[in-house]
């Protein structure tokens, strides 16, 4: 069976073949093109990933050949659903990659075959594993990523119940995560996407995996730009024009080449992170106006007082809104820095806290005309009925009346509910900020409630994703804050 080393010998013997040929391509400046095109991409190392120059020589290609048509390319990262969202509805021009299917081809303009790669199957050294036909996988566990496509041969054998299939969401580190632990056999995907992930995430066991060489396909993948989008018919085909010429000279393949063999470093920028271009956070964050918000323009007060500090040190922070819990699973995820605003309280295993960029409030709200009389946290639980959001990890001493005085408590799933629970009389006193309630009040109509009591300010802070740069990243926002007192 050949193994990964075999295979990138060759493609390194190939590369020297390529380099030998002197090729010559003189783009245009950015200078001179007047037109831009924005493309929605997903990481995908080490064809496409934002880690390297270029961001991999998939985007080599697509760049060069726009360039030689006069268009320059904005790139915005996002995971591959949401990119194909965004180009179906036309908010970004188009996306990369994707494979050519009917439906995807209602929506979509595909420019010429890119890219074309093996799906093969990995699996452990110690398993033995052979296959010729759909017949020889009866009786393997198979990983496969839910919505992903392999083939209708694969799909009909799936279809018929003669597969043993266990869906993931994330394709390399939860299959490779089962294949370890033996809750899988085999799982398919790209190969060279397949060790370049196995080096970069589990290096220490990297000997312990190979792959069998039939491919359970060949699939070429391709640039879409959306039907929605005026123009775009003749922006593909001046795409395809660029990209004929990168093959004449054989500068699609080497570029590819060069990826796979890693020669587009990552370079070092000067903050010291691990980023080709400029520092740039991507965080998650909540709908929590005033503070944070989607539909605000300024993103949340907040959020924006955070960005302005950073933009003073050259980072940008671009913020994704989702539901709470939601907003800090994902901020999990490699590609994100982590999560904000949140309490102190809220920063959890995985995650360290900043010191704080904003303050908020925690006040005991309630209705106009009601009369709430308390001399601590304990006897307000105790004497009424109070109102908390469920997904919220409270400070200590309102955490503990909670548990002490469950049958007083009443949980809703938003701020919305708990707000609205207090104007019906559903419940007594709402515990949240009084700025997040006044907000919402004023948007939903409702008049008849009133901060009452503050019970404590908060700390606002930000929480990062544990890792090395990371800290990096949390000793510079300490110095930024420290000089913006």
């Known amino acids: ?46 064809h496409q990933t934002r880690m390297a120059q ?11 050949s726009f360039e030689l048509e006069g268009v320059l390319v904005e790139y915005g990262w996002f995971p591959w659903k949401r990119s194909l969202k965004k180009a179906k509805e036309g ?53 496969v990523v839910c919505g ?49 992930f196995l080096q970069s995430n589990f290096p220490s066991d990297f000997e312990l995996i190979t792959h069998h060489p039939k491919p359970l396909q060949t699939v070429a993948y391709h640039l879409i730009l959306s039907k929605r989008v005026p123009g775009n018919r003749r922006m593909m085909e001046r795409f395809n024009n660029g990209l004929r010429q990168l093959k004449e000279n054989g500068k699609d393949k080497l570029y590819l080449q060069e990826a796979i063999q890693g020669k587009y470093k990552t370079i070092i920028n000067k903050y ?8 740039t956070w991507k965080i998650t964050s909540l709908d929590w106006q005033p503070y944070s918000g989607s539909e605000l323009t300024n993103q949340g007060n907040s959020v924006q007082m955070l960005k302005e500090l950073l933009s003073k040190e050259g980072i940008k922070l671009i913020v994704e809104f989702y539901p709470w819990n939601r907003a800090k699973k994902y901020a999990e995820k490699a590609d ?10 809220e920063v959890e295993k995985g995650f360290i806290a900043s010191p704080p960029v904003d ?65 019906k009389k559903r419940i007594q006193v709402a515990i949240t900020d009084p700025n997040v309630m006044q907000y919402l009040a ?13 019970l404590m300010k908060k700390e606002l802070v930000m929480a990062f994703r544990e890792g090395k740069d990371n800290e990096k990243r949390l000793e510079l926002l300490k110095k930024i804050l420290k000089k913006n007192n």
């Open 1 to 46: 069976m050949k193994v990964y080393s075999i295979i990138y010998r060759f493609f390194i013997v190939c590369c020297g073949l390529c380099l030998s040929m002197n090729l010559i391509f003189t783009p245009h400046s950015s200078a001179a093109m007047s037109e831009k095109i924005k493309i929605a991409v997903a990481e995908w190392s080490p």
């Open 54 to 64: 270029y961001y991999g020589g998939v985007h080599r290609i697509i760049s060069e």
């Open 91 to 143: 908010s970004w021009d188009g996306a990369a990659l994707s494979r050519k299917s009917p439906e995807r081809e209602k929506s979509f303009y595909f420019s010429e075959p890119i890219m074309t790669v093996d799906k093969v199957f990995f699996h452990l050294k110690s398993f033995h594993f052979d296959w010729k036909n759909m017949n020889d996988l009866k009786g393997v566990t198979i990983g």
């Open 148 to 196: 992903n496509l392999y083939g209708k041969e694969f799909h009909d054998a799936r279809e018929s119940g003669q597969l043993s299939i266990y869906e993931v969401t994330k394709q390399f580190e939860q299959n490779f995560k089962k294949i370890y632990s033996n809750r899988i056999d085999v799982f398919p995907a790209e190969l060279f996407a397949g060790y370049s």
């Open 272 to 279: 010291g992170f691990e980023d080709p271009l400029e520092e």
């Open 336 to 345: 994100y820095v982590g999560f904000f605003p949140a309490w102190p309280e």
């Open 359 to 423: 303050w908020s409030t925690i006040n005991a709200l309630k209705r106009i005309p009601d009369t709430i009389t308390f001399s601590n946290i304990d006897e307000l639980f105790k004497k009424y009925k109070i109102g908390i959001v469920n997904t919220y990890v409270y400070p200590k001493a309102i955490n503990d009346a909670i548990k002490k005085y469950p049958e007083n408590v009443d949980g809703s799933l938003n701020e919305v509910s708990l707000l609205k629970k207090l104007s």
């Open 442 to 454: 004023d948007k939903e109509g409702i008049d008849n409630i009133e901060p009452g009591e503050e």
